[in-house]
């Protein structure tokens, strides 16, 4: 519950520090930084495929922040991504289970997680 709760602070700290134009990326670097280890402590999980072009622009939406993210690439681990059932990629996986394909908002990520 407590990682929720630093996780809705956390949000909207990303989305302002991201419009703003301070010139200081390194604010906007670490919340990034800590949200992206936020949804890794929290069991989320990115399938994806260096190919796909929607993956990309996922990645891309964390910058270097990306490496902080629990990712299987299916085209090197298809057995891992055949035992979790991944049907199309990217496709994020929670805690609980349930799994969501396609890109998706950073805030939708970590509402869920």
Known sequence: MKKVFILSLALPLIFLTACSN??????NTQAMDNFAECLTENGVKMYGTATCPHCAAQKAEFGSSFEKINYIE????????????????PTWEFS??????????????????
């Not at 299916?74 to 990629?89: L, R």
């Open 96 to 113: 609980d289970g349930t799994k969501i394909q396609g890109e998706q908002k950073l805030s939708s990520l970590g509402e869920k997680a």
């Open 22 to 27: 301070n010139k200081d990326n390194s604010q």
């Open 74 to 89: 299916c085209s090197t681990n298809p057995q891992k991504c055949i035992d979790a059932g991944i049907t199309g990629v």
